[in-house]
């Protein structure tokens, strides 16, 4: 009797559970037909900019990536601009050692020309600033500091190669330009001043 009984139980819960497996699967088949069917590419589907501006702010920059990405210079605007603003400095701080270059003899000039034209060179790399056109700007805006002709300055420009001392103001000048691109500082031993009495007799 009691083997009957057990029986009895065992398929009234296998009929249980081959209903409750029908409700389910006809509920999934309901939820299908009500939602759009969508493919695996349209998760995918979104805008290109929004994507790579997502996945540039959440991906982070290691390696030597992250040191020209950290390494971007603390000065930026327009070549000119730049050239004007150190050039000024240089040539205040020359006047303040006595040193004033709108006065000045003309090897004076040259040699502080070189070292325009140095900043200009290693400004216009931080500018975007073709080679050409660096040179144009720096020619003329030197021509008008130091208070002599374009042609004069486009002499010097000529006359690097030749003289080792131009050849020495304009690196001075390529190295105090680069100091001051990331740290807005010209080290004295790389200043305008600096490099013009260590070639030439004041």
């Not at 006047?95 to 090897?107: K, M, N, V, Y």
């Not at 070292?115 to 805006?141: E, K």
Request: charged content about 15%.
């Amino acid at each position: 009797m009691l083997d009957f009984v057990v029986l009895g139980l065992e398929i009234g819960l296998a009929l249980l559970f081959l209903v409750l497996a029908g409700r389910i699967i006809v509920l999934s088949r309901r939820d299908a037909v009500a939602q759009p069917s969508r493919s695996p590419s349209d998760s995918l589907a979104r805008p290109a900019a929004s994507f790579w501006a997502h996945f540039q702010e959440s991906t982070p920059v290691e390696g030597p990536a992250a040191a020209a990405h950290q390494s971007k210079p603390s000065w930026e605007g327009d070549l000119t601009a730049a050239l004007q603003i150190i050039m000024s400095i240089q040539i205040t701080q020359a006047r303040h050692h006595e040193l004033d270059l709108a006065t000045a003899d003309g090897s004076l000039k040259s040699l502080a020309a070189a070292w325009g034209l140095g900043a200009a060179v290693a400004l216009s790399r931080y500018h975007g600033v073709d080679q050409a056109s660096a040179n144009r700007i720096a020619v003329n805006l030197l021509a008008r500091r130091l208070s002599v002709s374009t042609l004069a300055i486009e002499q010097t420009f000529s006359d690097l190669t030749g003289s080792t001392s131009l050849l020495y103001c304009y690196r001075m000048g390529v190295e105090g330009a680069e100091s001051w691109v990331w740290a807005r500082f010209v080290p004295r031993d790389r200043s305008l001043y600096e490099a013009i009495t260590a070639n030439a007799l004041i």
